[in-house]
Every structure is written in C-alpha cells, then in structure tokens.
C-alpha cells in the first residue's frame, strides 16, 4: 500500500513535469489527466510579456502569455491581511491577476503507466561558490529508491535548500540505510550532526 501511495505520487510529479516542460508531438498527457499522444503543436508569432508561474510544489515554472488563462481557485482575504483557510471557488484568471493564495490547478492523473526512470530537470547549488548549476536528474525507479523516499516523508525536512533526515541517535540501521541510499543515488555522503536536547 505505502509503495503505491510513493509510486503515485513520484508519477503526479513526472506527469506534472511533463504538463510544465513543454509540448511537443509524440509526448504524453492531456488537460484532463489522460495519456494520449499529442498529434500537433500550433505555434503563433507572438511579441509581448511572457510571464513565468512556479506553484508551489511544482517541478518547474510554467511560462504562459499575458492573456492565457489559468484556472485558479482563490481565497478570500480576511482581517489583517490573513488569507481564509479554505479555497471558496473557482475562476479564470490571467497571470496579472493571479494573487497571493491562489491555487493554479492542474489536472489529476487518472491513470499509471510503469516507468523505468523519473527524468527531471533540476537546479543544483554549490555552496562554496553560490552559484547555480542545471543538471538533468534521472532515477531508476525500484524499491531502494520508493524507501528513501518513505524516509524522507516520515523523517526528511529542508531548511534554507538544506535537505535533512531527523533520526534518533540510537537508530543507527535507519542512519546507515539512509546514507546508503544518499550514496547510491545520489553520488553524496552526508555529514551527520547530533543535537542533543535539554
């Protein structure tokens, strides 16, 4: 059941990054979340503001037209600048009128397909020199790989684009498997900190 849950939530990303990276015949993927291969693309000459949207969560930005409309469930704005907890309805707007607490929705999948890899294109920083690197991240999808991903939700957090695990000193097989899991991945060991608590 857990390696579901994982498989289907690393296949929302893949589908969202390929909804997100562009067009192009032969790909895969629809507005109403299902595969079906793209038969033509239609292009137009086009000489005004492009506006860069990345949603919260999403692998990549989406970059649309001043006039493209994008769904978009919103919140209304309560005392002192709070937002209300819960969206209350849904509407087109354009991405100058898109607001702090707006939801851009995208289509669920509604099927799953096996895939042998997850390929995404990532930024990677390099903390010595600050800058900022394009790689292109590819995953062979097996059980190793759903486990570090079950590790990081029961255990992981970022802080500052600080990815970390929060493991008990004394669960060492946890550790170990982890940064084995880093390693094998990742090409990286990570360093260990204990924090010791009052």
């Not at 506006?51 to 978009?72: F, K, M, N, Q, W």
């Not at 354009?94 to 099927?111: A, M, N, S, W």
């Not at 802080?159 to 982890?178: M, P, S």
């Amino acid at each position: 059941m857990v390696s579901r849950i994982l498989l289907r939530a690393l296949l929302f990303l893949s589908f969202l990054h390929r909804l997100l990276s562009g067009v192009c015949v032969g790909r895969d993927g629809t507005h109403t979340g299902q595969y079906r291969p793209v038969r033509q693309v239609i292009t137009r000459n086009y000489s005004g503001r492009l506006y860069s949207i990345r949603p919260l969560g999403t692998p990549s930005a989406l970059r649309v037209t001043e006039d493209h409309p994008l769904l978009v469930s919103t919140r209304a704005v309560l005392k002192k600048g709070r937002l209300q907890k819960k969206p209350v309805r849904l509407e087109w707007k354009t991405p100058k009128e898109l607001k702090k607490g707006d939801y851009v929705t995208f289509p669920i999948p509604k099927e799953t397909r096996d895939i042998e890899f997850h390929e995404q294109d990532v930024t990677i920083g390099q903390p010595s020199t600050g800058r900022r690197l394009p790689r292109k991240l590819s995953l062979k999808t097996e059980p190793d790989l759903f486990r570090l991903i079950g590790y990081y939700l029961a255990e992981g957090y970022v802080v500052k684009r600080t990815l970390g695990f929060a493991l008990g000193q004394d669960e060492t097989d946890y550790i170990n498997d982890v940064s084995k899991l880093l390693e094998k991945f990742f090409g990286c060991s990570p360093p260990r900190q204990s924090s010791e608590r009052p």
